[in-house]
């Protein structure tokens, strides 16, 4: 019989074999259980430092290569690259009780990986950082409030919004607004913007919300977070550092807190620019499209935008009505989605829908019977998707050479846009010229592409995304969290399972109602710091966590998002929310066509907003 490799031992220096034994004399035994003829190799330490890390909480990072190799270094005193005991003994003492300068650094180093036990239990928490006062930390300070949780939001610029605040030239919502809103605060009737609002308006409804909230005096404006540290071994909490950015004032500074909650967005920083080689004798300018902020930018100009994204087709746009020519580069096209289906209908009732969810590729934890009907109908959701395609070939008038590879129901979670017909009808008037290729290298004067195309510029933008970034954890915790080529997976996108007290909101989650996806990742949130929900044991999560893993990888397109990707399953997503909160999944009931058929949208959760009102 096997044994569940989910079920952990839980490891605690209550329970150790080595009860009335001192520490000296719990080395030495664990000298003698590794040891081969009275000495420890390099492999035998390997195993030696587990039982260390297992006996001793302060010692628990040291598993970490680097750091494994270091401390070898430092108690292998004659340097004959084997332990004897009086090594081991003296040396792991040492390192528990340093003395000298070499062991105080090392013990330092070791401390920052050191983690409390994963625990259910969040009545410690009475404090929160939050780092971002994007849509997502607003939200989330909003409802930790609610439940007598005291917030800080650390921003590094001068105003609330996130990428709302600031982003390329020409930004708004891809979506009308009734689908971007906050459930507990929708669009005043007096507020003064269009169907698809301005990115400015949108900044200005995201300042609404967070003076109509008193949010604004929780937040450290121009405050740079440069380090989170986990308190210890000993003691729940994390220790944020930062310093101000405001110009000569970069004194750093600390604060203690309970608990810790990420909340920098999908798209924060830093941007993703990925150079050819040649870029240092270009004699024009290179941006990324974040950095584009102004159409103005490219008055006069030969542009040359990188990408296929929403971002690089509005910059592309942008730069024709200034420019004196635009030209988009891609290696890979999008299915674009237009606002109205067939000129007729709003596409929120094919992609907001439990009726648009159910076409998709299915969930991995359906039941019985809904994995019979979409194997059963498996052939008529193929013929559905090809259908859509013709449609939207037909709306955009797509030339042969740019009908992307993928199908529009697997393209939609890696490049999902949706556009209005400004971008067809300035390439149907040369106006934008369309390029399938990548660039090889840069030359004095332009872009020299990999089939031997050459493309003069001068001014180059990269629409191609941001990176992600988790410097702010120690390497020793980054490797605890887990990091994949492919993203940070983790249980519900919010909770890690093996670093405790910090959840991620907003951060690792992508879907398109992100607003709303936040505001109820807020509220789980909340529910679980207030006790009145409970999440699995750290392998239960994990099990979770791999079979979504795996559901994923199986049939999604790779990119290093794709842990993060739910897109048109957000209506599952948020079903699994909600069911960890016992809130009812279905919000349209008692009506089942509208169940189906009808587009959910924020206001369809409000009720379970209505204590915060």
């Not at 270094?73 to 332990?83: E, F, K, R, T, Y």
């Not at 996806?517 to 789980?524: D, G, L, M, N």
Request: charged share 20%; hydrophobic share 40%; glycine share 8%.
């Amino acid at each position: 019989m096997g044994w569940n490799v989910y079920d952990e031992p839980v490891l605690k220096r209550d329970n150790s074999k080595y009860v009335g034994q001192n520490e000296k004399e719990v080395l030495a035994e664990i000298f003698l259980q590794h040891a081969i003829d009275g000495a420890l190799p390099v492999t035998p330490w390997y195993s030696a430092a587990q039982s260390l890390s297992r006996e001793f909480a302060e010692l628990q990072s040291l598993l970490n290569p680097a750091i494994l190799g270091r401390v070898f270094q430092m108690i292998d005193s004659d340097h004959d690259g084997i332990l004897d005991q009086d090594e081991f003994v003296n040396g792991i003492y040492e390192l528990l009780h340093p003395t000298t300068k070499e062991a105080m650094t090392l013990a330092a180093r070791i401390a920052k990986g050191n983690l409390v036990q994963v625990s259910n239990d969040f009545s410690h928490v009475k404090t929160v950082a939050i780092l971002g006062a994007g849509v997502a930390g607003l939200q989330t300070a909003r409802h930790l409030q609610e439940i007598g949780i005291a917030c800080a939001m650390f921003e590094k610029e001068e105003e609330v919004g996130g990428v709302w605040r600031k982003n390329y030239a020409d930004f708004g919502l891809q979506v009308p607004k009734e689908l971007f809103e906050f459930p507990d605060f929708p669009y005043p009737e007096n507020f003064n913007c269009e169907d698809f609002p301005t990115g400015s308006q949108v900044q200005e409804y995201i300042v609404m919300y967070s003076k109509t909230f008193g949010l604004r005096d929780k937040v450290r404006f121009k405050t740079f977070v440069t380090e989170v540290k986990p308190l210890g071994s000993q003691q729940r909490g994390w220790q944020v550092e930062f310093h101000s950015t405001e110009p000569g004032d970069r004194t750093k500074k600390s604060e203690t807190f309970d608990f810790l909650v990420i909340a920098t967005g999908m798209y924060g920083w830093p941007p993703h620019v990925p150079l050819a080689r040649g870029s240092q004798k270009f004699q024009g300018q290179i941006l990324h499209s974040c950095t584009f902020t102004d159409r103005k930018q490219a008055a006069g100009k030969k542009v040359v935008i990188i990408g296929g994204g929403k971002s690089a087709i509005d910059n592309a746009v942008s730069a024709a009505k200034e420019g004196v020519s635009s030209t988009l580069v891609c290696r890979s096209w999008h299915w674009p989605v237009p606002r109205l289906l067939l000129n007729a209908v709003p596409f929120k009732y094919g992609t907001y829908s439990r009726f648009g969810h159910w076409m998709l590729q299915p969930y991995y934890a359906e039941g019985p019977v809904a994995r019979w009907f979409h194997g059963t109908c498996a052939p008529v959701k193929w013929i559905w998707w090809r259908v859509v395609e013709l449609m939207f070939r037909g709306q955009f008038q797509i030339p042969s050479n740019m009908v992307p590879q993928d199908g529009i129901d697997t393209d939609l979670f890696s490049g999902g846009q949706i556009l209005n017909y400004e971008f067809r009808d300035m390439l149907q008037d040369g106006k934008i010229k369309a390029v399938s290729g990548a660039i090889d290298k840069f030359t004095e004067t332009g872009v020299l592409l990999t089939d031997g195309t050459e493309l003069p510029a001068d001014l180059v933008i990269y629409g191609t995304g941001f990176a992600k970034n988790y410097d702010i954890f120690d390497k020793v915790i980054q490797e605890k969290l887990a990091i994949q080529k492919d993203g940070l997976y983790l249980y519900r996108n919010i909770i890690p399972p093996h670093v405790p007290d910090v959840a991620f909101i907003g951060s690792e989650v992508s879907t398109f109602n992100n607003i709303l996806t936040h505001a109820v990742q807020a509220k789980w949130l909340s529910k679980l710091l207030k006790g009145e929900m409970k999440i699995p044991a750290p392998g239960a999560m994990d099990k979770v966590i791999e079979r979504e893993r795996a559901w994923k990888r199986s049939w999604m397109p790779p990119m290093s998002s794709r842990a993060c990707i739910w897109q048109l399953h957000m209506m599952k997503y948020h079903d699994n929310l909600l069911t960890d909160m016992k809130e009812a999944r279905f919000r349209k009931m008692p009506n089942c066509f509208g169940e189906i058929l009808m587009p959910y949208t924020a206001a369809d959760y409000r009720s379970l907003f209505t204590s915060s009102q």
